[in-house]
Structures are given as C-alpha cells and as structure tokens.
C-alpha cells in the first residue's frame, strides 16, 4: 500500500444511481479502514462537472439510467484525465469486462463480491501511481538525452573552431616566422665566404624545411585546407592517401564531380562530410581488416549521402555499444548539427556507414543551377566560410 493513500482522505468519485448501494460501499471502505471524501453523481452532465475535481479514483456503475459505466470511462479519456476507473456491476459479462479493461479500467468487480473491493482499490491507485511515475521519468530521461546530444553536438562544434584557430595561428605565427627564417639562413649562406658557415646555414635551412613541413601536416590535420577546393577534390585526395598508406584499394565514385551544386554546399556541410569519411577510414584500418573501400557521393533530389563501404569484417551491436568508443557516436552528432544523420549497415560482406544530410538552401532546378550564396545572417557553426 502506498504511504500517500494512508496520509489524506481518498478522494473518491462514485458513479452510482443506488443511494443504498453507495452507502453500502461506503461500509466495505470503512471496514476495509479506508478513509474516503466521497461524491456520488449519477448522470453524464454531473459526471462530467465532477470530472473537474481532482479524483484519487472513479467508482462506477455498469449500468446507469440513461448513462453507462463505459461511456463514463471513454469521457475520462476524452477529458485527457489519468483516474484510475474500477467498474462495478450486478451482471458484468467476460465480454464487457474485456472491453473495459481494453479501453483503460484499472478492474472490474461484481456487486456480489464487495469483499474485493479495497484490495481492488489499492491495486489500481498503486498501478496508477506506477504509470505515472514511470511516465515522470520517461520524460526526464528524454530531456537529459536532449541535453546530452546539445551539449554532445555543441562540443563537436567547438572542437572545430578551436581547431580551426588554432590552424590559423600556426599559419599566422609560427609559418609566418620560419618563412622569415628560411630567406634570412638563405641571406646567411650566400653572403658567407666561411665554408663552415655556409655548412651551418644549409643544416639549419633542412632543419628550418622540416619544420615548415611538420606545421603544414598539423595544420592540414586541424583543418583541411584541401576542402577550399571543394568536397569532392578533398575526398579525392584523401582516398589516393589512405590507399598509398594502408595498401587498401580505395575509389572514390561520384557522378556530380566538377559540378556547381555539389562545389557549393551549405555552409558546415562539407567539413562534417569530411571528417565522416575521415571517421570511417580510420575505422577500416583499425578494424576492418578490409581490402577494398568505396566511397560514394551523391546528390539526390536535395539529399547529399556520402557512403563509405569495405569489405571487412563486419560490426556488431556490442561494437558500438563499446564504452571507450566515441568515433560513430561523434559522427551521429556531428551529423546532427547541419541536420543529418549516420546509419550503419553491417553483413559478411563488410560495413556501410551512410550519411545523409538533407540540404534545406539546395535549388532543386539541379546540378545547372547557380549555387547558393549563403547570405550573412547565416550562421557558419564552423566558423570556417564556406567550408
Ligand atoms: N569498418 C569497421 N569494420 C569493423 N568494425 C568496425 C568498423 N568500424 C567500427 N567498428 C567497430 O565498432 C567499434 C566502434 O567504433 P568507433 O569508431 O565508435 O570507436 P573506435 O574506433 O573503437 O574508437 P574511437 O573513439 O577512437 O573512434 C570499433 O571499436 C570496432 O569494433
Ligand atoms: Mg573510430
């Protein structure tokens, strides 16, 4: 018995024409050592003014004149009201107990057999306060899942514009700096008369050219710069390297390449295609066990799905249910802050990771459309322009 029902009265609705049969209830209550604040209505239009009150339960005859126990249920629901509704009859039939409890009554019970009638009673408060409960918490999981994907989706954001600045200042400071470097060691070596000095300028100048080199790769890693020249050069590229790097066949197939809709996608688009195809490449040589890798990309109606498919081992659900692994768990959210999504297929075969973003500014005249210019008020969650 749940301890709210034993604090207060219980707020009781009787749908009863009988006074004596009320009274007589009333008794199995008081026995049963219920204490009850009781209202008894017996026709629709008191019922439905009842119904305004807060009830802990609804009572009802099957049969009422001019009024029936399951039409008082469907008003119930009608009403939007979650009461737990006991039904109570002289002559209830399996039938008519079935439909009852189909549309929602918490029991049934013979007049014959009030003797259930308090156990009946705590059973349907408590199943109610379940529901209700459970409902409480449904919700609350729902807005922690919500919170967690903004601040999942808002973290991947970050993480590119402070890659993204921190790519600039590298480019900014530190290239700009060993550029100087460079032409001054030249300077060095060419006005020196000293062999050894000119030795020195030349070892430096390698060391200098390595650096420069070195800053370029972090840069390209924190921001790829190939995608200036559009997503179809940048997975182009990324698929010849990660063939020369792994010996894995890798081909990259589009039908739209050169062609202005997809040089011109919405702004974020592109980086987040990216950096799934980035994902799921480096799944294939961590986990794959692959030989061959496609990547499809296309443009259709105004859906750009970028495929990226091997011929591995496949996945699992545990998988991806791993703990310590954030990679496709970053790709769904990443997906989602330009309005797409990620699906996985898995066979014998190997794996296909899908994703699909709709484009809401795509001109649906096609590929020989102008490309659209995002205006200012657009917001570039990238903070990169165009890419
Ligand atoms: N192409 C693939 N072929 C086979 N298994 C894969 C493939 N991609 C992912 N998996 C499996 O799914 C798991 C989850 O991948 P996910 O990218 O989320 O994490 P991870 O690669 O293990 O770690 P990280 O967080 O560094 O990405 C992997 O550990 C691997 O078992
Ligand atoms: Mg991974």
């Not at 390449?257 to 799944?283: C, D, F, K, W």
Request: negative net charge; contains cysteine; proline residues 4%.
């Amino acid at each position: 018995m749940s301890s709210s029902l034993l604090d207060r009265p219980l707020r009781l609705l009787h749908l009863e024409d009988s006074e004596l049969d009320h009274e007589l209830m009333l008794a199995h209550l008081r026995r049963g050592a219920l204490a009850v604040e009781a209202l008894r209505v017996d026709c629709e239009g008191d019922y439905l003014r009842a119904l305004e009150q807060p009830w802990d339960l609804i009572v009802s005859d099957y049969n009422l004149p001019g009024f029936s126990g399951l039409v008082a249920l469907d008003l119930l629901k009608a009403y939007g009201r979650d009461v737990p509704f006991v039904l109570v009859s002289g002559e209830i039939g399996e039938d008519t107990a079935v439909e009852a409890m189909r549309n929602g009554a918490s029991d049934y019970l013979l007049k014959n057999n009030l003797a259930r009638l308090v156990p009946a009673i705590f059973h349907a408060i408590e199943a109610s306060e379940t529901r209700r409960a459970r409902e409480r918490a449904d919700l609350e999981l729902g807005a922690s899942k919500q919170r967690l994907h903004e601040l999942a989706q808002h973290l991947q954001t970050s993480v590119e514009m402070e890659r993204a600045a921190i790519a600039r200042e590298i480019h900014d400071d530190v290239g700009g700096s060993l550029t100087a470097l460079k032409f001054d060691l030249a300077w060095i070596a060419r006005h020196s008369d000293t062999t050894e000095v000119v030795a020195r300028a030349a070892g430096a100048l390698e060391t200098v050219s390595l650096a420069i080199e070195a800053s370029q790769r972090i840069m390209h890693n924190l921001r790829p710069a190939i995608l200036e020249q559009g997503l179809v050069a940048a997975l182009q590229w990324m698929a010849a390297r990660f063939e020369k790097r792994t010996g894995v066949s890798c081909v990259l197939r589009t039908p739209h390449a050169g062609l202005p809709s997809i040089q011109h996608l919405p702004a974020g688009v592109p980086l987040v295609a990216y950096r799934t195809a980035q994902e799921a490449l480096t799944n294939v040589t961590k986990h794959a066990q692959a030989t061959r890798v496609e990547i499809d990309l296309a443009l259709a109606g105004r859906v750009l799905s970028l495929e990226v498919s091997d011929n591995g081992r496949g996945l699992s659900q545990d998988d991806l249910a791993k703990v310590r692994s954030f990679g496709i768990r970053g790709l769904h959210e990443r997906a989602r802050t330009v309005g797409g999504w990620v699906d996985l297929s898995s066979g014998p075969g190997g794996t296909t990771l899908i994703l699909s973003v709709p484009l809401q500014e795509a001109d649906e005249a096609g590929d020989t459309a102008e490309p659209p210019t995002p205006g200012p008020d657009i917001e570039d969650p990238t903070g990169w322009g165009d890419l």
